[in-house]
């Protein structure tokens, strides 16, 4: 069953989204300034060929697989389904990609998305700050409000002892990784495929987040809302579907987020494999669940050059928007 981010949020007479105050997370600070340092040793200290292909590789598994479709389109948003030992596999994926365990992840997700839901969001959820303040605020601070909604995650989640250990221990889970990368090519490998891919994974995130919050293309607008999401053009591959935010904004529910001609979304193309293998069903498309109050097509022309096979998905939502405006 889909969860609105909504869902886990409850706000209570005193909840105010916008009184609050931004403060210096140190062990999240701490941790990528020790991620990025060892990032840096790796390129100047031991660069190589082996090493680079080492970073590639562990960080398109632990990115695409994990975060992209383990963490976001699998666990925040139920978005498809697998057999419970392969979506373990997926999300601790997730969990190494350095910036959180699964509940962390989920209440991060979920508090921004409902900061951007209210009809005001202040600057820190909305990614409302310049460049580099908006570095600092977003990968070495927190949002503390002053009257916070009550926060519940799904029971089956919250009481899952494997998602319990992963929450636990998400940081020292590194080893997994570092361990048999030593063994295969000493330090040189550690830093490349644990220091340099963390670090660049979390600087990456930080950056789509930043600008799929501030300008690009834009297929939908959610009216009313103060934040609206940006697809950014080109990065398609790189960011493995997480770049079409803009499509994400509109159908938070849908597993395929390159939902129009040319995006290029390898995070579903993963996930159709693992249907193809029987190991994936129930996957959620843009036109599976009701739209999104206030959700309004914005470039007509792009519906006329979709391919005739995805027509009927983006008629079918501009008939739904049609019908209720005229009621």
Wanted: glycine letters at 10%.
């Amino acid at each position: 069953m889909y969860l609105h981010a909504t869902d886990r949020v409850f706000p209570n007479n005193q909840s105010n989204a916008m009184r609050g105050t931004i403060r210096w997370d140190a062990p999240k600070s701490l941790w990528l300034f020790v991620m990025m340092a060892g990032g840096l040793a790796a390129i100047f200290f031991t660069p190589s060929w082996s090493g680079f292909l080492v970073f590639l590789g562990t960080t398109a598994i632990t990115v695409c697989a994990g975060h992209s479709v383990g963490m976001h389109r699998l666990l925040i948003h139920k978005a498809f389904h697998t057999p419970k030992w392969l979506e373990y596999i997926l999300v601790w994926l997730g969990t190494l990609v350095g910036m959180a365990g699964p509940f962390g992840m989920i209440r991060a997700h979920d508090m921004r998305d409902w900061h951007q839901r209210q009809t005001t969001c202040p600057p820190h959820p909305s990614h409302g700050a310049g460049f580099w303040r908006d570095a600092w605020w977003q990968m070495h601070c927190r949002f503390d409000l002053d009257n916070p909604p009550d926060f519940a995650i799904e029971p089956e989640i919250a009481n899952d002892p494997v998602y319990k250990w992963m929450e636990r221990h998400w940081m020292t889970q590194q080893l997994a990784v570092a361990v048999p990368l030593f063994f295969l090519g000493g330090l040189e490998f550690v830093l490349w495929g644990v220091f340099l891919r963390v670090a660049v994974s979390l600087n990456g995130h930080w950056i789509v987040g930043h600008f799929a919050h501030k300008t690009g293309h834009q297929g939908w607008i959610v009216e009313g809302l103060p934040v609206q999401g940006f697809n950014l053009r080109g990065l398609g591959l790189v960011t493995f579907g997480e770049n079409w935010h803009s499509n994400h904004h509109a159908f938070p529910h849908s597993a395929k987020l390159g939902i129009e001609k040319g995006q290029l979304d390898p995070g579903f193309w993963f996930i159709k494999s693992l249907e193809a293998l029987g190991l994936a069903h129930s996957i959620l498309g843009p036109a599976d669940l009701p739209k999104r109050d206030g959700l309004t097509r914005v470039e007509q022309e792009e519906i006329d050059a979709l391919r005739p096979m995805d027509k009927p998905i983006f008629y079918n939502l501009q008939n739904s928007l049609i019908d209720q405006k005229q009621t």
